[in-house]
């Protein structure tokens, strides 16, 4: 079954305690991106990767990290995690193709609560 | 940068009611455009996406959508809601006209929670 998927799906940590959130896709998709999703300001773009080696910021990077050493996974590291860094976290997936007209697919997910 | 917004926050319909929920987006040059619901619980799914041609648009579960490049709106539609229906729903636009990278970014709205009362 095609998908992305990421672990953990919860998770509660404490202030400056690094943590990683894998994700992992099996489409062979070029593109991969992260998103954080807060109550009133919908999804927001933290990083993207448009291929192996290839990373780039989103809208909002201050804190995050990620890698993309492979083509199918493209985790997010929280070096120091802090409360605002809590949140739900998506990440999602598309070909490359034509610029832009591919369906990203989303994962189901990762609860993050820093205390 | 393209902006999105969703005026509706939360919508509370009975069932068989109609639905229509507004979309705004901010950006001169090309835009595609999408709708995408989040059940409770679950990842996003795409309902449907406009990217040319006909401005009115048929997605999955009985949605569409108008696009109206004048009015800078694709509004969200459905004619009689189901208790089902119940969810999230985002609207995002992205540019493909802009720098590779960029033009993959989507741009989401704050969403808009419909609840379906049976």
């Known amino acids: 079954e095609a998908q992305v998927t990421q672990n953990p799906r919860y998770l509660i940590t404490v202030t400056g305690k690094k943590l990683t959130v894998t994700c992992s896709q099996n489409?062979?998709?070029?593109?991969m991106s992260w998103y954080r999703q807060d109550p009133g300001l919908g999804l927001r773009q933290i990083y993207y990767s448009m291929n192996v080696e290839v990373t780039d910021k989103g809208d909002v990077p201050e804190g995050y990290k990620v890698s993309r050493k492979e083509k199918r996974n493209f985790p997010l590291i929280l070096e120091s995690p802090s409360p605002n860094q809590t949140s739900l976290y998506f990440c999602a997936s598309s070909l490359e193709g034509t610029r832009g007209y591919n369906e990203q697919f989303f994962g189901p997910g990762t609860r993050l609560t820093v205390l | 940068a393209q902006s999105v917004s969703q005026h509706n926050h939360h919508v509370i319909l009975s069932e068989a009611a109609s639905l229509e929920l507004g979309c705004n987006y901010s950006y001169g040059g090309t835009v595609n455009l999408f709708w995408y619901v989040q059940y409770p619980g679950q990842h996003l799914q795409l309902l449907l996406k406009y990217f040319s041609g006909d401005p009115l648009v048929k997605g999955i579960k009985g949605f569409e959508a108008e696009f109206i490049k004048s009015k800078f709106s694709f509004n969200l539609r459905k004619p009689s809601v189901q208790w089902s229906d119940t969810a999230e729903y985002f609207c995002a636009v992205n540019a493909p006209t802009l720098s590779s990278g960029s033009a993959r970014q989507l741009t989401f709205g704050s969403g808009t929670q419909l609840t379906v009362l049976p």
């Open positions: 489409m062979n998709h070029e593109y």
